[in-house]
Structures are given as C-alpha cells and as structure tokens.
C-alpha cells in the first residue's frame, strides 16, 4: 500500500512564510502527479499546486507568485514553500499523489492533512 507523511504546518503570522513537506512511500511504480490541495471551514477541497509527470507544474491563481511547489520523483516527495501568507489560506492541506502502482493500474492516495492558520 501507499501512504503519504506530511510535515510543516502550524500556525503564523499574516505576511509570514511556511513550509509543508510530503513523502511517499510503498509499492509505486512511477508518479503521475503529486501535490497538495487545501480544505477550508465550509469549502470544497481544492488544488493548490502539483507537479505532474514531464515537470508540468500548476497552481491556484490565488496563490500564484506566492507559494512554489518543489520536488523529487525519485525521492517520491513534494515540498510546499508558502510566503506572504494571508488570512484566506487557513485550512487543512493534504498532500495528494497519484501513481502507477502496477503496469497499466494507477491510483490516487491522500495524507493524512496538516492544519495551517494563519492569524494575528
């Protein structure tokens, strides 16, 4: 089985930076993408930022020029560097992955989440 292990999160200062970290592990042939998404009180979980197979990369138009994802596919992880961060990015973010977890099969794994606040 896969699992996804964040880290990072906690609670900051608007205007302030984080860093939320993800690892992969388990049986998993290649990565087709991996990233993170967010859940706010009351909202839909959305997309964030992901890194796709080739090195395609998206993110969320709010928060584009503020947060960069990184990774390694061979390491199977994905970082999150998070600054300017503002009162509207509060909520629980999971990590997301999804793999081939055997020739022709893929699958889609979530973490766990790790809350961020962010508040005077």
């Known amino acids: 089985q896969v699992q996804l292990v964040e880290s990072g999160g906690g609670l900051v200062q608007p205007g302030g930076s984080l860093r939320l970290s993800c690892a992969a592990s388990?049986?998993?042939?290649?990565?087709?993408?991996m990233g993170w998404y967010r859940q706010a009180p009351g909202k839909e979980r959305e997309l964030v930022a992901v890194?796709?197979?080739?090195?395609?990369?998206n993110y969320a138009e709010s928060v584009k020029g503020r947060f960069t994802i990184s990774g390694d596919n061979a390491k199977k992880t994905r970082d999150l560097q998070m600054n300017s961060l503002k009162p509207e990015d509060t909520g629980v973010y999971y990590c997301?992955?999804?793999?081939?977890?055997?020739?022709?099969?893929?699958?889609?794994?979530w973490g766990q989440g790790t809350q961020v606040t962010v508040s005077s």
């Open positions: 890194i796709a197979s080739g090195g395609y990369t």
């Open positions: 388990g049986s998993i042939f290649s990565i087709n993408a």
């Open positions: 997301h992955a999804n793999v081939m977890v055997a020739t022709g099969v893929s699958m889609r794994f």
